[in-house]
């Protein structure tokens, strides 16, 4: 299995306090994504990095962002939690190798609660 | 309308039967993959592909292009093949590596 790591597993916290999830990925992938997973929506993206101190963001970015300062950890922090953002989180990773894409590979996800 | 629709949205079967699980997309890709997710649990990647077929054990997918579809088929089906599975596809026109998912379909294979 890919080493890919997600903490916390489980959070609760209440409405407008800063709260960080890591991803910490031991591949060395380049790629590395943040996802939220919410009924009848399927997986979305958030923000996106394509290297150290490379990031870009996803279709629901607003209320989020990330930091990659280590290929291996790829941060996502939201300033002030709101209930919206509820939800199960998912950080994955991907690479190219000799023009092909490697499979994606998922974290087993942090399931924050907002109150 | 999303651009990867997934059918049916949700599925029961009898353990052994033969399972199909379509997935339809309307952009231009570069790969297609399909993901296994247990209840409660993480997301497992079961294929990636571009064109043609390929197989892993009991389970099979396929890939039209010109169509702009996939089928997964799961063959003599197990209670524990009950997962959601999620068909997702790699745009071509998006920024590098990007992903567009369908919402899944939900599997019970009742024994």
């Known amino acids: 299995d890919a080493g890919i790591t997600q903490s916390p597993r489980h959070k609760v916290t209440e409405t407008g306090t800063p709260v960080t999830l890591r991803c910490h990925q031991t591949?060395?992938?380049?790629?590395m994504y943040w996802y939220r997973q919410d009924p009848g929506h399927g997986l979305r993206l958030i923000h996106y990095?394509?290297?150290?101190?490379?990031?870009d963001k996803g279709e629901v970015s607003d209320g989020y962002s990330v930091s990659r300062s280590k290929t291996e950890d790829f941060l996502l922090t939201l300033e002030s939690a709101t209930s919206s953002q509820t939800s199960v989180y998912f950080c994955?990773?991907?690479?190219?190798?000799?023009?092909?894409?490697?499979?994606?590979?998922f974290g087993n996800g942090t399931r924050l609660t907002v109150t | 309308k999303n651009e990867v629709e997934q059918s049916p949205q949700n599925l029961t079967a009898q353990e052994g039967e033969f399972i199909t699980i379509n997935c339809s997309y309307s952009?231009?890709?570069?790969?297609l993959h399909w993901l296994q997710q247990h209840p409660g649990g993480g997301i497992v990647s079961l294929f990636m592909?571009?064109?043609g077929k390929k197989k892993h054990g009991r389970l099979i997918a396929t890939i039209n292009i010109q169509e702009k579809h996939s089928s997964l088929h799961i063959t003599a089906s197990h209670p524990r093949d009950s997962a959601v599975y999620i068909c997702?596809?790699?745009?071509?026109?998006?920024?590098?590596?990007?992903?567009?998912f369908g919402t899944g379909t939900l599997l019970a294979v009742q024994p």
């Open positions: 592909l571009s064109s």
């Open positions: 997702a596809v790699r745009d071509l026109g998006g920024a590098t590596n990007k992903l567009i």
């Open positions: 990095s394509y290297g150290v101190k490379d990031t």
């Open positions: 591949e060395n992938h380049r790629y």
């Open positions: 994955a990773i991907s690479d190219y190798f000799w023009g092909l894409s490697s499979p994606l590979h």
């Open positions: 952009v231009g890709i570069s790969a």
